[in-house]
């Protein structure tokens, strides 16, 4: 089992820049694979980011791409997205997730593969 709480959320203005932090207790942090989700209203819950055991491999939604960070630091049990030049259509609940996989280098980024989840954190870019 592993526990996820997210932070850094808040209201900023478009172009601005934010850093959301996951940080994780309960088993070995660094045997999961992690990902950032996000949820704007009435819609479905999209893929952001996700990022492998070892933090090499990473993997971007094309919306995001260029634009957000994905990093985790194992020994701190704490995934990181740093978000810049934002925009009013990054407006969501953005959710961080672990998924339990056995490869050091894999990613992985479909909804379904994540068995754990935080309760979200809002990001809201005004106009």
């Known amino acids: 089992q592993v526990q996820l709480v997210e932070s850094g959320g808040g209201l900023v203005q478009a172009g601005g820049s934010l850093r959301l932090s996951c940080a994780a207790s309960?088993?070995?942090?660094?045997?999961?694979?992690m990902g950032w989700f996000r949820q704007a209203p009435g819609k479905e819950r999209e893929f952001v980011a996700a990022?492998?055991?070892?933090?090499?491999?990473?993997y971007y939604a094309d919306s995001v791409k260029g634009r957000f960070t994905i990093s985790r630091d194992n020994a701190k049990k704490t995934s990181y997205l740093q978000m810049n030049s934002l925009k009013p259509q990054d407006t969501a609940v953005y959710y961080c997730?672990?998924?339990?996989?056995?490869?050091?280098?894999?990613?992985?980024?479909?909804?379904?593969?994540?068995?754990?989840w935080g309760q979200g954190t809002q990001v809201t870019v005004s106009s």
């Open positions: 309960g088993r070995t942090f660094s045997s999961y694979a």
């Open positions: 990022i492998a055991r070892s933090g090499w491999n990473t």
């Open positions: 997730a672990a998924a339990p996989v056995p490869e050091y280098d894999r990613v992985v980024s479909t909804w379904a593969d994540f068995g754990f």
